[in-house]
C-alpha cells in the first residue's frame, strides 16, 4: 500500500492502523488516535487525488484550526498522523522521506491560556504582606499557605501542620 497514492484501500488503511493502536499502552490514548485517524481517513479521501505528505498534514491542520478546536485537540489529531506515517515507513508503506516531512510538520501553536482566579501584581503583593499570627513555628511553606488560605477567603482561616499553626489576621 503506497499511501501517496490516489486511492487509499480500505484494507490496507485497517492494517496500519491496528500497527499503530497495538504499540499505544493507554486506552485512552488508543481510542483518541482511533478517532484521529478515523477523521483523517475521511477528510483525506474527501477531495480525489490527495496525496499523503507534509503539505497535505499542514492543510488538515488549518482545516482543524478554521473549525476552532483546541490547540491540544488538534496536536494530538496531528501526533497519530505522525505515528501513521512513521508505522507505513517501518512496515515499507511509505516512502522515508515522505514519512520524515510528515514527522516534521507543525503542530497548533498553543496560546497558554490560564484558566482560573489569578492574582494581579498588587494583589500577590498584597497577599505577601499579610501578617500572619505565628502560633507554633511554622516552615516558609507553611507560612505560605496560610497566606493562600487567606487569598482564597477560607472560611476557616487556621492553619495547622505537623510543624506548627498560624492564624491569618
Known amino acids: 500500500m503506497a499511501l501517496t497514492g490516489l486511492v487509499v484501500r480500505e484494507d490496507e488503511w485497517k492494517i496500519v492502523t491496528e500497527l499503530i493502536l497495538d504499540g499505544i499502552s493507554s486506552s485512552h490514548t488508543r481510542r483518541a488516535y482511533s478517532q484521529a485517524l478515523d477523521e483523517f481517513l475521511i477528510w483525506f479521501r474527501d477531495e ?16 482543524l484550526e478554521t473549525k476552532e ?3 491540544s ?5 496531528l501526533s497519530a498522523i505522525r505515528r501513521l506515517a512513521l508505522e507505513a515507513r517501518d512496515n515499507g508503506r511509505l516512502d522515508p522521506d515522505i514519512a520524515a516531512g510528515i514527522a516534521r510538520a507543525k503542530g497548533a ?5 490560564r484558566l482560573g482566579h489569578w492574582l494581579t501584581a498588587e494583589q500577590a503583593q498584597a497577599l505577601l ?13 507553611g ?7 487567606w487569598a482564597a477567603r477560607a472560611p476557616s482561616r487556621t492553619f495547622k501542620s505537623k510543624s ?4 491569618v489576621a
Not at 49 to 62: L, M
Not at 73 to 77: A, E, Q
Not at 164 to 167: A, E, I, L, P
Open 164 to 167: 506548627g499553626s498560624c492564624k
Open 48 to 63: 480525489p487525488g490527495r496525496q499523503f505528505n507534509k503539505a497535505t498534514v499542514q492543510k488538515y491542520r488549518t482545516e
Open 129 to 141: 504582606a499579610t501578617p500572619v499570627e505565628i502560633r507554633r513555628p511554622l516552615s516558609p511553606n
Open 69 to 71: 478546536l483546541a490547540p
Open 143 to 149: 507560612q505560605q499557605r496560610c497566606r493562600l488560605m
Open 109 to 113: 501553536k498553543r496560546s497558554g491560556v
Open 73 to 77: 485537540s488538534i496536536n494530538v489529531r
